[in-house]
């Protein structure tokens, strides 16, 4: 298997769909990727010379933050927002939908499952 950014990428896969393996890179990026390196991306990762892979890992490390530095940067703009105490940052602490989304019917994603509410149970009373 070829490494690239860190990430053993698949051997097995055409070019682009290997690179789409690493965090950060999606399919337009891939295919960005292998446009600016020169490189086929129609062909397996198996078949590729190591001047080739070489390219490739050159100019991502040049272009792109990806896999730790991304989620680092990804991290950190989060935690400004817990810090200033922003709408958002306030929303991210609490668990709850960020991007305005309503919670009263769906949101279970981010809110979790759903827990009933102790103290509500009532039996009835047979006299």
Same mark, same amino acid.
């Given at each position: 298997?070829?490494?690239?950014?860190?990430?053993?990428?698949?051997? *097995?896969?055409?070019?682009? &769909?290997?690179?789409?393996?690493?965090?950060?890179?999606?399919?337009?990026?891939?295919?960005?990727?292998?446009?600016?390196?020169?490189?086929?991306? &129609?062909?397996? &990762?198996? *078949?590729?010379?190591?001047?080739?892979?070489?390219?490739?890992?050159?100019?991502?490390?040049?272009?792109?933050? &990806?896999?730790?530095?991304?989620?680092?940067?990804?991290?950190?703009?989060?935690?400004?927002?817990? *810090?200033?105490?922003?709408?958002?940052?306030?929303?991210?602490?609490?668990?709850?939908?960020?991007?305005?989304?309503?919670?009263?019917?769906?949101?279970?994603?981010?809110?979790?499952?759903?827990?009933?509410?102790?103290?509500?149970?009532?039996?009835?009373?047979?006299?």
């Amino acid at each position: 298997m070829a490494r690239v950014a860190g990430i053993e990428i698949p051997n *097995d896969k055409r070019l682009w &769909v290997s690179l789409m393996s690493i965090y950060g890179i999606g399919e337009v990026t891939a295919k960005k990727i292998c446009n600016g390196a020169n490189v086929k991306e &129609v062909e397996f &990762v198996k *078949d590729l010379s190591e001047t080739e892979l070489d390219r490739v890992r050159k100019y991502i490390e040049e272009n792109f933050s &990806v896999e730790g530095e991304l989620r680092q940067e990804r991290f950190r703009d989060i935690k400004r927002l817990k *810090d200033m105490r922003s709408y958002r940052g306030i929303r991210h602490k609490l668990g709850l939908p960020v991007r305005g989304q309503r919670t009263r019917h769906n949101a279970r994603t981010r809110k979790g499952k759903s827990r009933p509410v102790g103290g509500l149970k009532r039996t009835l009373d047979k006299t």
